[in-house]
């Protein structure tokens, strides 16, 4: 295309390396789930684009990225490798850690040696962040953890997890963890998507913790915060995975006769590919303004990014599950990677809320402020 269209926020320059980058990481690990060595590997080879330091600012050791520069190195990555997370802690710690905090776990998460994950979704549900089972009280000069928590990202190759929990008070707090202490279990469990990477369950029984390991926060009000950067990075991904699979599905079609003429060049395909990539570009377009609403500090931030989150992991569904069933047998063969777009932006759609948990976020204060969107 000659002009194409300029989405404020967006760095095409950074899209292009996380692509780059994404394609040389696949290249080398094709199949998942990837070891601790293989995710440290990946890791090493993200330090240059700042993927670690992230939005962090320079004088903390950070890469000192804008969100939207952020969100579009992740777009890129997402093309191959989506979801790579471990880059969450670091601005937790940054925000509220302790000196000993700072100084102790910050320099391996930022320089890529060590895994950081996120617990907050426990077994009896994980839509409530405001009612936490798992308890951190206080035991001697120390304190003592004890819960369990599902489907972390990385729970079987992260060494740090930032656990969200209540204290003798009942107050939400939030936990840096570390992983390897006595008393900390790892569970895995064996997801449908996002195959490169762990999930799993973390159960701590009588885990020893440091009092300088608590973040100086409301814990539900950083785990919110961080939720709603999140979220605005998960929108870009899944968008990015359903144009991958539109790009991926117009190639094949292109290769396809039916009755002397190329499935890409009939109408039905040309009206289909034209308002799936209408539909993908509007989400794209929602998740970077919501991106800008974050970086800008506006009251409607964390209810865009909720909204434009859901939007996009359904859309992103929507159009990669319509591409596997119009590519017929290639969408169905494993080689097509068609069916893993499709499995990753479900699995999207649940990570940091569900679609209805992020819709009821939206909807609620945009019902508030309808006269205002015409
Ligand atoms: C890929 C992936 C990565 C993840 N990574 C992490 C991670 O790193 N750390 C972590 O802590 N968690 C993580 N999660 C968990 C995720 O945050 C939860 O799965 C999600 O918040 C939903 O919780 P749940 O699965 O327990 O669903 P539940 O809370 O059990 O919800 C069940 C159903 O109730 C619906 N529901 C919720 N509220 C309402 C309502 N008000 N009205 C009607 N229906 C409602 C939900 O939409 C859902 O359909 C991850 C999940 C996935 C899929």
Known sequence: MESKPVI???????????????????????????????????????KPTGYLGSTIDRQH??????????????????????????????????GAGSP?????????????????????????????????????????AELVLNGSKDWVTHAMTADTAAVLCSD?????????????????????????????LTFGSLQFDDVRIQRWRVLEEDGVAGAK???????????????????????????HLATRTVRGSRVIDLDLTSGRVGALAAELQGARLLAYHAIEAVEAG?????????????HACAVAVRA???????CAGHGLDRTSR???????????????????????????YLKKHLGECF
Not at 177 to 193: E, K, M, N, Q, S
Not at 235 to 251: C, H, I, N, P, S
């Open 168 to 196: 003798e008070q009942e107050n939400p707090v939030r936990v840096i963890v570390d992983l390897y202490a006595p008393g900390v279990t790892r569970i895995p469990l064996h997801a449908h998507g996002l195959r490169h």
């Open 61 to 94: 050791g950070g890469s000192g990225l804008a969100l939207g520069q952020f969100a579009s190195l992740l777009e890129g990555l997402a093309t191959e490798v989506p979801f790579l997370s471990n880059h969450s802690v670091q601005r937790f710690i940054v």
């Open 320 to 326: 990669c599950s319509e591409l596997v069933s119009t």
């Open 225 to 251: 915060a961080g939720l709603g950067i999140a979220r605005t990075l998960v929108a870009v991904q899944a968008v990015a995975l359903g144009f991958r699979a539109l790009v991926d599905a117009t190639e």
């Open 8 to 46: 404020p926020g967006r760095d095409t320059l950074l899209v292009a390396e996380g692509r780059a980058t994404a394609a040389a990481i696949r290249a080398e690990k094709p199949d998942g789930p990837w070891s601790r060595e293989d995710l440290l590997t990946v890791f090493d080879q993200l």
């Open 298 to 310: 506006q009251e409607a931030a964390a209810a865009m990014a909720s909204g434009a989150k859901a």
């Open 100 to 140: 000993e905090v700072r100084e102790l776990v910050l320099p391996g998460l930022l320089d890529g040696t060590r895994i950081g994950s996120v617990a907050i979704t426990e077994p009896h549900g994980g839509s409530s962040i405001r009612e936490m089972r798992t308890t951190v009280v206080p035991d001697g």
């Open 338 to 364: 068609l069916g893993d777009y499709r499995d990753d932006a479900e699995m999207l759609g649940t990570a940091d809320g569900t679609g209805l948990v992020n819709h009821i976020i939206w909807g609620s």
